[in-house]
């Protein structure tokens, strides 16, 4: 596979995360405690900012990483997990390996992808991987500083708790088993056209948002030398950071670490013209109705789930207007946003991102008209 082919099977996934850990036990063994404390404090105070807000969780305690049999019901659980690829583990998928993470290797299934994730309805639940804990929880060397970027991603999932859904929508490619009845099938592919599924996400960081905002201009996230106005300022450049830093770890971590989706998800040409995209939808739409051996990939859920950075930073530039009606002269000197973007991405690699995004959504609003259309496989090719 050229680098250039690539790239675009990690576009089309990056970010997107999953939660087959529900399925696969977690062992003790992959929990990694050292984070543990940032953790703490940032979900204490998200909590209380949620209250404050009349949303209040109902969980009574909080456990980080509790040994089986420790969590119960109306408790809420965390676990911060060691990440590792296939080839790194044990058969009790304890890490074995020197290295965790193995270059150009797929992650297992107990690892996290896309930072932290929120468990299905029912369970209060979250996992977040321990790199991204690492990543996201201080300021650089200051250890008594919990960043503002792992207050967002913790406010993130906890509104998928208050909104009872599982965090991050089947994320990755899910493997559509052509054998079903076709009924069945398009069932599977209305389901993922839902407008709701993207709403709750725009729903979940408008909540985070309000979370920073009301806990960014005070203590502890206040900086003692910045105005409240500077302070949230500051809090919107951390999550800028935050961001360029976790793309840098995806790119080198998750890139490798995904299955490749049905090839029309791969696109070939950009700008795509309509025609093409239309074409394509119809032959992944054909191909999942109409087939009736094997499986395909699809990675629908992807598209109405933004990656963390391109979350993190809207969010971050939600907070600029509300950092503006904040007072600013209180402090001892106000803060000047240094506006960090795509340090570490070329602007290459910006114009992929961007045109493929614009592809895989004109993909999966194409694919949706046709599902939910009187007849999905009208025009199919016979013999498909
Ligand atoms: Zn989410």
């Known amino acids: 596979m050229s680098p250039v082919r690539s790239y675009f099977f990690f576009l089309i996934l990056l970010g997107t995360t999953a939660f087959p850990a529900l399925a696969a036990p977690l062992p003790a063994c992959r929990l990694d405690g050292v984070m543990a404390k940032p953790v703490e404090v940032a979900l204490r105070l998200a909590t209380g900012a949620y209250a404050a807000l009349g949303r209040p969780l109902r969980h009574g305690s909080v456990f980080i990483n509790?040994?089986?049999?420790?969590?119960?019901?109306?408790?809420?659980?965390?676990?911060?997990?060691?990440?590792?690829?296939?080839?790194?583990?044990?058969?009790?998928?304890?890490?074995?390996?020197?290295?965790?993470?193995?270059?150009?290797?797929?992650?297992?299934?107990?690892?996290?992808?896309?930072?932290?994730?929120?468990?299905a309805a029912g369970i209060w639940e979250i996992r977040c991987s321990a790199d991204a804990?690492?990543?996201?929880?201080?300021?650089?060397?200051?250890?008594?500083?919990?960043?503002?970027?792992?207050?967002?991603?913790?406010?993130?999932e906890l509104a998928h708790i208050l909104q009872r859904r599982a965090g991050e929508y089947a994320g990755r490619v899910e493997p559509i088993l052509l054998e079903q009845p076709a009924a069945a099938k398009l069932e599977l592919l209305r389901q993922?056209?839902?407008?709701?599924?993207?709403?709750?996400?725009?729903?979940?960081?408008?909540?985070?948002?309000?979370?920073?905002?009301?806990l960014l201009?005070?203590?502890?996230?206040?900086?003692?030398?910045?105005?409240r106005k500077g302070s949230v300022l500051w809090g919107a450049d951390q999550l800028h950071l935050a961001a360029n830093k976790w793309q840098k770890l995806a790119l080198e971590r998750e890139f490798i670490s995904q299955r490749k989706p049905h090839r029309s998800f791969i696109a070939t040409e950009f700008p795509t013209p309509p025609r093409k995209i239309e074409a394509n939808a119809r032959q992944f739409v054909c191909e999942v109705l109409k087939g009736n051996r094997g499986t395909v990939?699809?990675?629908?859920?992807?598209?109405?789930?933004?990656?963390?950075?391109?979350?993190?930073?809207?969010?971050?530039?939600?907070?600029?207007?509300?950092?503006?009606?904040?007072?600013g002269a209180e402090g001892k000197s106000d803060?000047?946003?240094?506006?960090?973007?795509?340090?570490?991405?070329?602007?290459?690699?910006?114009?992929?991102?961007?045109?493929?995004?614009?592809?895989?959504?004109?993909?999966?609003?194409?694919?949706?008209?046709?599902?939910?259309?009187?007849?999905?496989?009208?025009?199919?090719?016979?013999?498909?």
């Open 297 to 327: 990939l699809y990675p629908g859920g992807a598209v109405s789930h933004p990656p963390l950075e391109i979350r993190m930073q809207r969010v971050a530039e939600a907070l600029k207007p509300i950092a503006a009606s904040l007072p």
């Open 192 to 214: 993922s056209c839902e407008a709701s599924v993207s709403r709750k996400e725009v729903d979940a960081d408008a909540l985070a948002t309000k979370v920073m905002a009301r």
């Open 66 to 119: 509790p040994s089986p049999g420790v969590s119960a019901a109306g408790t809420l659980s965390i676990f911060i997990v060691k990440d590792a690829s296939v080839g790194a583990i044990d058969e009790a998928g304890c890490i074995r390996n020197k290295l965790a993470v193995i270059r150009d290797e797929e992650l297992d299934d107990i690892s996290v992808r896309g930072g932290c994730v929120a468990a």
């Open 335 to 384: 803060y000047r946003p240094v506006v960090i973007l795509q340090e570490q991405v070329s602007e290459i690699f910006t114009f992929m991102y961007q045109e493929n995004g614009a592809y895989l959504e004109g993909l999966q609003n194409a694919i949706c008209t046709r599902v939910n259309s009187e007849q999905p496989v009208v025009d199919c090719r016979s013999g498909r």
């Open 217 to 227: 201009p005070e203590s502890p996230f206040r900086e003692p030398v910045f105005s």
């Open 133 to 156: 804990v690492a990543l996201f929880g201080y300021m650089g060397s200051r250890t008594e500083q919990v960043n503002p970027a792992l207050l967002y991603v913790l406010a993130h």
